[in-house]
């Protein structure tokens, strides 16, 4: 998933001001996918960027609105 790059790219883009927010959503299916979840929150928090990102889990399929 390279969640790692997207991280970059916030920081990239916060340190030169621009205002916006991330939502990411899902939620961990395996173990792992937790442990990795983790890794991430720990890692936009040590960057100061926990004001941009939001989990916001698992969501029916019917409720979240076509981006296009």
């Known amino acids: 998933k390279n969640y790692e790059t997207l991280i970059d790219a916030v920081k990239i883009l916060a340190d030169q001001g621009i205002n916006f927010n991330v939502t990411l ?23 100061g960027l926990s004001n941009k990102f939001k989990f916001v889990g698992k969501i029916k399929k019917h409720i979240i609105k076509n981006p296009y």
């Open 25 to 47: 959503v899902g939620e961990p299916a395996l173990k792992s996918d937790k442990i990795y979840e983790g890794q991430l929150k720990e890692r936009i928090n040590k960057l």
